[in-house]
């Protein structure tokens, strides 16, 4: 997976395990995501970040949100089948069931799937509306993923996609700045 991450260099890519922990990124994911490397260990968690991060969930349009919740919810009821009875799948998702009323809701719902590809629409504080093509490429295992995010070659997403590559993280305006000034 590390191989294929470093030729995925200029795109949007995340490596996971299966319950959502976050292995690698490309620093444009980073830029289009969230800091990760800032995150404490125990939360670079996907999981985690979309279901108890008011950030990572505000980045998705509001009509998009139960859509990506069940996505999230059933592939980690995928997880827990595969690895019935393990500790480590038991605390996270008790956890989760605790800290998100969304996720308690769904997972009472007992939907499972292994999310292969997605569409979804991000609106980036920097960059405005993305939309991206998201595929899932998988271990043999299932215990690994790396999820890449596209854009169709010279759309508006893949402009606005190569402009936050260049930006990465760097802030546009500095935090004590005010666009108006006293005269």
């Known amino acids: 997976m590390l191989h294929l991450l470093d030729r995925l260099a200029d795109s949007a890519v995340v490596v996971v395990n299966d319950l959502g922990d976050v292995l690698a990124w ?61 500790l480590a799948v038991r605390r996270l998702v008790e956890q989760l069931r605790r800290a998100s009323p969304l996720f308690e809701r769904l997972w009472a719902e007992h939907d499972v799937a292994v999310r292969r590809a997605d569409r979804k629409r991000i609106l980036h504080p920097t960059v405005g509306l993305l939309e991206l093509d998201c595929e899932v490429l998988l271990t043999p295992e299932h215990d690994q993923r790396l999820i890449l995010h596209t854009a169709p070659p010279g759309s508006e997403t893949a402009e606005k996609l190569e402009l936050l590559r260049v930006v990465g993280l760097q802030r546009l305006v500095p935090e004590n700045h005010s666009l108006m000034t006293d005269r």
């Open 26 to 86: 490309t620093p444009l994911a980073q830029a289009l995501f969230t800091d990760l490397g800032a995150l404490a260990a125990g939360q670079q968690n996907l999981y985690r970040m979309f279901f108890t991060g008011q950030e990572e969930l505000h980045r998705l349009l509001p009509e998009d949100r139960e859509h990506a919740a069940r996505a999230n919810v059933a592939d980690l009821r995928a997880s827990w089948a595969r690895r019935s009875g393990d």
